[in-house]
Every structure is written in structure tokens, then in C-alpha cells.
């Protein structure tokens, strides 16, 4: 089954940027609203900002005047810009759709490592 592919993670200090994205093929991606989320070791996943294929967003509080979500549907692609990092956001970012009462209709891929450290 496909799955998403994201890149763009790393290591960086607080307060730095790093922008993450989020690639698959075929038209689920298009026509879905597509979801960033992210786990730190020992915690569930959790969503973290959301963009439906029109381009309505919307985020975690944790988050919100930090982080920014877009996508170019030409590219079937989204990104995470994310900016002001500290500490806490260290974790494995992941993207797949965001269908809230629903399964996902990828499976998870690798996902793609922040670490926000001094």
C-alpha cells in the first residue's frame, strides 16, 4: 500500500526553523485534507496541523504562530514550515491524512526525526 514519504528533518537549536515535507502519489492525497503529526519517545502520536485540499488549516495550540502547513496539490506535496522550535517539539514528525472518526488511508511511513537542542 502506499504511504507517504516526508523528509526535511534534523537537528537544531531552539529557536532555529527547519521546513518538513510530505510526498505521495495518486489522487487520495489530493482530495484529502492531510495531516502532520508527531511522537516523542514514550508519548502517542498527535496531530499537529491539518490543511484540507482547499487550504484551510488549522493547528495544535502548542503550535499555532510557529508552525505553518501548505501544500502544492500540483507536486501532491505538503509542508511544515515550522519556525521558533524549542525542545519540546523534538520527535518524529509523520504525515497522512487526518480523517477524525475515521482509519487514515496510508499507512505510516518512516517519518522524519526533529531534534530541537542546544
Known amino acids: 500500500q502506499v504511504q507517504p514519504v516526508e523528509s526535511g528533518g534534523g537537528l537544531v537549536q531552539p529557536g532555529g526553523s527547519l521546513r518538513l515535507s510530505c510526498a505521495a502519489s495518486g489522487t487520495i492525497f489530493s482530495i484529502n485534507t492531510i495531516g502532520w503529526y508527531r511522537q516523542a519517545p514514550g508519548k502517542q502520536r498527535d496531530l499537529v496541523a491539518a490543511?484540507?485540499?482547499?487550504?484551510?488549516?488549522n493547528y495544535a495550540e502548542s503550535v499555532k504562530g510557529r508552525f505553518t502547513i501548505s501544500r502544492d496539490n500540483a507536486k501532491n506535496t505538503v509542508y511544515l514550515q515550522m519556525n521558533s522550535l524549542k525542545p519540546e517539539d523534538t520527535a518524529v514528525y509523520y504525515c497522512?491524512?487526518?480523517?477524525?472518526?475515521?482509519?487514515?488511508?496510508?499507512?505510516w511511513g518512516q517519518g522524519t526525526q526533529v531534534t530541537v537542542s542546544s
Open positions: 497522512n491524512t487526518f480523517r477524525p472518526g475515521r482509519a487514515n488511508l496510508y499507512n
Open positions: 490543511i484540507t485540499s482547499g487550504g484551510s488549516t
